[in-house]
């Protein structure tokens, strides 16, 4: 019997009760699904190898098939450079840094910078852009420009040719400094241009004011020459009017600023690149991490769709996608470069106006302390004014002067802002595929796909593979566990009789254990009718039936096997019987039940066949005919075991257990359904039905969840012991009763104390 069930002695009654164990704590719980992790596992192997074949079968093609990819590299150092109208005391952080060298890699991203390509015939006839129609695409899906943790700029670009992949780096970077020399040329060249214009103008000014000058002192004499030293208020109309003069200047530079930021408006690399140059004066903000991300997208998604056209080709219907991705990114750059533009655009005119105030302020106090001035002495005054203009007119064309020495020098060394630490080389081995980082995705994705398949098989699989899935499911004990007798039993036939035909089988042992426990079942003598049935038909009730009779019989009680199976019965074939008179027979036509029982193939064991299908068995099984003929053979036979039919399909089942003593439900391993036991044992219970446990027939005798000894009884016990001595002997025959006189059914035995 099943270890887990627990037993107790009744002294009152002399019955041995059997109960199932309460449910499992969750602890235990997940320590028995643990336990049997592996069983499922092991089970649903060939699932697990399938799939581990198939994944890594398909890695290894995806490997072969995929074409080579050689990856070479460049690093660049980037310096922030570019000319300046004025100089400024700030210093920029490594935050300020790190962006400005996001920027030069969008740049160097950028079509300005890639279009140069198209201009060397060994990129345009590269084997690499062979099957390529737009050639600038499969360039910036090919390319990859990132800002390194050391502040450095890598460039890299994936092809089949190891040779090309280093050529196009190489001549991408020779047109990314050509390209920053150029803007750089052109910025120095509009910042030149605005301050030469300047220049003119202040000349212009310098020499009307100093005419004034020389005219003023010639007709004042010494009168303006000798006096002004030590008044307070035209040194403060000196130092303003000085002050002035610096502002205007930065005024100039702001209307500059803002005249080509606006110039620039339609080009918003041009006005990138400008802003950068201008990047230290502080006025222009930097908002490029939504275009850069953008970019940064749009690039990965062009380099993903190349990737696809090369494995599904450029007219496959899942690259429209890809395509509509690609062109949603591309409206949104657009429209991240006119915001950009935008914001540039007003911080300049901000940063204008501001300065004009400043301006317009400050001029307002040096007119003030000029009206005073005048009050003073007219003379004087008027000198003092004539040479405040002059020194201001000539402090800014000094400052002028300086700017445009200062900015030829600055364009003439721009070239150096960019050095290249490493260039592009082939490479040997390819950078993609990588056959073992593939290999071992391929082998874990398969592992993991097969296990995962086979516990959601198990999960699915509603069929009994163990005694705990037993007792969980029906709140039974297992009164035994049937190993399967396909090596042992022929046929049918000899199945149903394997206690007689071989007794010292595991098997037969497994019976005689069942007998036990229904000896123990109840108090003696109290035991009489023993229902066998099954949920669904197959399951071997049939079998377990006749043997436990005959193990019933071996132990020396009187023992009747009563077939009440009249949709498929089965016992007079098992015992080679005729099947013309039986028990339908008795109940239907009313005929002598002594006449229908015939001796089994053992001592104490009598045997009646179900006799002739009856067209309506529930109403005959019903009938109370029937349960008075029952109750006749109960005072008897010590037992009568009743084959019946399955529980599910039909009510005989139900009839029957309702006048049954015990019942005893059948299931096959690995083949009864978990639910159909539970309604089968409910549907019994429904009827008031006494079910003393569970017997799996069938089980597996090796890979099995059942825990029974799959070894003869005789080789155990050794020996010493003799075998069983006089099972599977067969009693001598019965006497004949003569012709025409009805067989006595023997009396039954007196009742052992």
């Given at each position: 019997?099943?270890?887990?069930?627990?037993?107790?002695?009744?002294?009152?009654?002399?019955?041995?009760?059997?109960?199932?164990?309460?449910?499992?704590?969750?602890?235990?719980?997940?320590?028995?699904?643990?336990?049997?992790?592996?069983?499922?596992?092991?089970?649903?192997?060939?699932?697990?190898?399938?799939?581990?074949v198939?994944?890594?079968l398909?890695?290894?093609?995806?490997v072969?098939?995929?074409?080579?990819?050689?990856?070479?590299?460049?690093?660049?150092?980037?310096?922030?450079?570019?000319?300046?109208?004025?100089r400024?005391?700030?210093?920029?952080?490594?935050?300020?840094?790190?962006?400005?060298?996001?920027?030069?890699?969008?740049?160097?991203?950028s079509?300005?910078?890639?279009s140069?390509?198209?201009?060397?015939p060994?990129?345009?006839?590269?084997?690499?852009?062979?099957?390529?129609?737009?050639?600038?695409?499969?360039i910036?899906?090919?390319?990859?420009?990132?800002?390194?943790?050391d502040?450095l700029?890598?460039?890299?670009f994936?092809?089949?040719?190891p040779?090309?992949?280093?050529?196009?780096?190489?001549?991408?970077?020779?047109?990314?400094?050509?390209?920053?020399?150029e803007?750089?040329?052109?910025?120095?060249?509009?910042?030149?241009r605005?301050?030469?214009?300047?220049?003119?103008?202040?000349d212009?000014?310098?020499?009307?004011?100093?005419?004034?000058?020389?005219?003023?002192?010639?007709?004042?004499?010494?009168?303006?020459?000798?006096?002004?030293?030590?008044?307070?208020?035209?040194?403060?109309l000196?130092?303003?009017?000085?002050a002035?003069?610096?502002?205007?200047?930065?005024?100039v530079?702001?209307r500059?600023?803002?005249?080509?930021?606006q110039?620039?408006?339609?080009?918003?690399?041009q006005?990138?690149a400008?802003?950068?140059?201008?990047?230290?004066?502080g006025v222009?903000?930097?908002?490029?991490?939504?275009?850069?991300?953008?970019?940064a997208?749009?690039?990965?998604?062009?380099?993903?769709?190349?990737?696809?056209e090369?494995?599904?080709?450029?007219?496959?219907?899942?690259?429209?996608?890809?395509?509509?991705?690609?062109?949603?990114?591309?409206?949104?750059l657009?429209?991240?470069?006119k915001?950009?533009?935008a914001?540039?655009?007003?911080?300049?005119?901000?940063?204008?106006?501001?300065?004009?105030?400043?301006?317009?302020?400050l001029?307002?106090?040096?007119?003030?302390?000029?009206?005073?001035?005048?009050?003073?002495n007219?003379?004087?005054?008027?000198?003092?004014?004539?040479?405040?203009?002059?020194?201001q007119?000539?402090?800014?064309?000094?400052i002028l002067?300086?700017r445009?020495?200062?900015?030829?020098?600055?364009?003439?060394?721009?070239?150096?802002?960019v050095?290249v630490?490493?260039v592009a080389?082939?490479?040997?081995?390819?950078?993609?595929?990588?056959p073992s980082?593939?290999?071992?995705?391929?082998v874990t994705?398969?592992l993991?796909l097969?296990?995962?398949?086979?516990?959601?098989?198990?999960?699915?699989?509603?069929?009994i593979?163990?005694?705990?899935q037993?007792?969980?499911a029906?709140?039974?004990?297992v009164?035994?566990?049937?190993?399967?007798t396909?090596?042992?039993?022929?046929?049918?036939?000899?199945?149903?009789?394997?206690?007689?035909?071989?007794?010292?089988?595991?098997?037969?042992?497994i019976?005689?254990?069942?007998?036990?426990?229904i000896?123990?079942?109840?108090?003696?003598?109290k035991?009489?009718?023993?229902?066998?049935?099954?949920?669904?038909p197959g399951d071997?009730k049939?079998?377990?039936?006749?043997?436990?009779?005959?193990?019933l019989?071996q132990?020396?009680?009187?023992?009747l096997?009563l077939d009440?199976?009249?949709?498929?019965p089965?016992?007079?074939?098992v015992?080679?019987?005729?099947n013309?008179?039986?028990?339908?027979?008795?109940?239907?036509?009313?005929?002598p039940?002594?006449?229908?029982?015939?001796?089994?193939?053992?001592?104490?064991?009598?045997v009646?066949p179900?006799?002739?299908?009856?067209?309506?068995?529930?109403?005959?099984?019903?009938?109370?005919?029937f349960?008075?003929?029952?109750?006749?053979?109960?005072?008897?036979?010590?037992?009568?075991v009743?084959?019946s039919?399955?529980?599910?399909?039909v009510?005989?089942?139900?009839?029957?257990?309702?006048?049954?003593?015990?019942?005893?439900?059948?299931?096959?391993?690995?083949k009864?359904r978990?639910?159909?036991?539970?309604?089968?044992?409910?549907?019994?219970q429904?009827?008031g039905?006494k079910?003393?446990?569970?017997v799996?027939?069938g089980?597996?005798?090796?890979?099995?969840?059942?825990?029974?000894?799959?070894?003869?009884?005789?080789g155990?016990y050794?020996?010493?012991?003799?075998?069983?001595?006089?099972?599977?002997?067969?009693?001598?025959?019965?006497?004949?009763?003569?012709?025409?006189s009805?067989?006595?059914?023997?009396?039954?035995?007196?009742?052992?104390?």
């Amino acid at each position: 019997m099943n270890s887990q069930v627990s037993q107790s002695y009744d002294p009152a009654t002399g019955a041995r009760n059997y109960a199932v164990p309460a449910p499992p704590s969750e602890q235990q719980g997940a320590s028995l699904q643990m336990s049997m992790l592996l069983p499922v596992l092991w089970r649903r192997l060939w699932i697990i190898v399938v799939c581990l074949v198939v994944c890594t079968l398909g890695g290894w093609l995806y490997v072969k098939q995929s074409t080579p990819l050689y990856r070479s590299t460049a690093r660049l150092f980037v310096d922030r450079a570019g000319p300046q109208l004025i100089r400024s005391g700030e210093v920029d952080g490594m935050s300020r840094e790190f962006n400005y060298r996001l920027t030069q890699a969008e740049m160097l991203r950028s079509m300005p910078v890639l279009s140069k390509l198209l201009d060397n015939p060994e990129i345009v006839g590269a084997r690499t852009f062979a099957d390529t129609s737009n050639l600038m695409e499969a360039i910036r899906r090919g390319l990859d420009v990132n800002v390194g943790a050391d502040q450095l700029i890598y460039v890299s670009f994936d092809s089949p040719y190891p040779q090309e992949s280093a050529r196009v780096v190489n001549t991408i970077i020779e047109g990314y400094v050509e390209f920053s020399n150029e803007q750089k040329r052109s910025s120095a060249a509009e910042v030149l241009r605005i301050l030469q214009r300047e220049k003119e103008k202040q000349d212009k000014e310098l020499s009307v004011r100093l005419k004034k000058l020389t005219d003023y002192r010639i007709a004042s004499g010494e009168l303006a020459l000798g006096t002004g030293k030590g008044n307070v208020l035209l040194d403060q109309l000196t130092a303003s009017s000085e002050a002035l003069s610096q502002l205007q200047l930065k005024l100039v530079e702001a209307r500059e600023l803002f005249n080509a930021a606006q110039s620039m408006s339609n080009d918003p690399d041009q006005l990138r690149a400008f802003v950068e140059s201008q990047r230290s004066k502080g006025v222009f903000v930097t908002g490029q991490s939504e275009d850069q991300k953008l970019r940064a997208e749009l690039d990965e998604l062009r380099v993903a769709q190349f990737q696809m056209e090369r494995q599904l080709g450029p007219e496959h219907a899942f690259l429209n996608s890809f395509r509509q991705r690609v062109a949603v990114l591309e409206a949104r750059l657009a429209q991240a470069d006119k915001k950009y533009v935008a914001n540039q655009l007003a911080v300049a005119e901000q940063y204008y106006l501001a300065v004009q105030r400043q301006a317009e302020d400050l001029a307002r106090t040096v007119d003030n302390l000029r009206n005073e001035a005048k009050g003073l002495n007219s003379q004087l005054a008027e000198y003092e004014l004539l040479r405040s203009e002059y020194d201001q007119t000539r402090s800014m064309v000094d400052i002028l002067n300086s700017r445009i020495k200062e900015l030829n020098i600055t364009e003439n060394a721009g070239a150096m802002n960019v050095m290249v630490l490493e260039v592009a080389r082939p490479t040997d081995d390819p950078f993609s595929p990588n056959p073992s980082k593939i290999m071992k995705f391929a082998v874990t994705f398969g592992l993991i796909l097969g296990v995962c398949a086979a516990l959601g098989l198990e999960f699915l699989d509603d069929r009994i593979r163990s005694v705990e899935q037993v007792t969980a499911a029906v709140a039974l004990p297992v009164l035994g566990v049937v190993p399967d007798t396909a090596g042992t039993a022929q046929d049918r036939q000899q199945a149903g009789r394997l206690v007689e035909l071989s007794p010292h089988s595991s098997a037969s042992e497994i019976y005689r254990t069942i007998r036990t426990g229904i000896f123990f079942s109840s108090p003696e003598g109290k035991t009489k009718v023993i229902l066998i049935t099954s949920p669904s038909p197959g399951d071997g009730k049939t079998t377990v039936a006749s043997n436990l009779a005959l193990a019933l019989a071996q132990s020396g009680q009187r023992t009747l096997l009563l077939d009440a199976d009249f949709r498929k019965p089965r016992i007079h074939a098992v015992f080679g019987m005729d099947n013309e008179h039986g028990l339908s027979s008795a109940v239907a036509l009313q005929e002598p039940v002594e006449q229908l029982v015939k001796p089994g193939p053992i001592e104490d064991l009598w045997v009646i066949p179900s006799g002739p299908v009856p067209p309506n068995p529930a109403e005959l099984l019903n009938s109370g005919r029937f349960k008075t003929l029952l109750a006749t053979l109960s005072g008897q036979y010590d037992h009568i075991v009743i084959d019946s039919p399955p529980v599910l399909p039909v009510t005989d089942a139900r009839i029957l257990g309702a006048d049954a003593d015990l019942v005893v439900v059948v299931l096959r391993a690995e083949k009864s359904r978990r639910k159909s036991a539970r309604h089968a044992v409910e549907a019994m219970q429904g009827v008031g039905a006494k079910i003393l446990g569970v017997v799996i027939n069938g089980a597996p005798r090796r890979g099995g969840n059942y825990g029974y000894y799959d070894q003869p009884y005789d080789g155990y016990y050794g020996e010493g012991y003799g075998g069983y001595g006089t099972y599977g002997k067969k009693p001598p025959t019965p006497p004949t009763t003569p012709p025409g006189s009805s067989p006595t059914i023997p009396a039954a035995p007196p009742q052992p104390t």
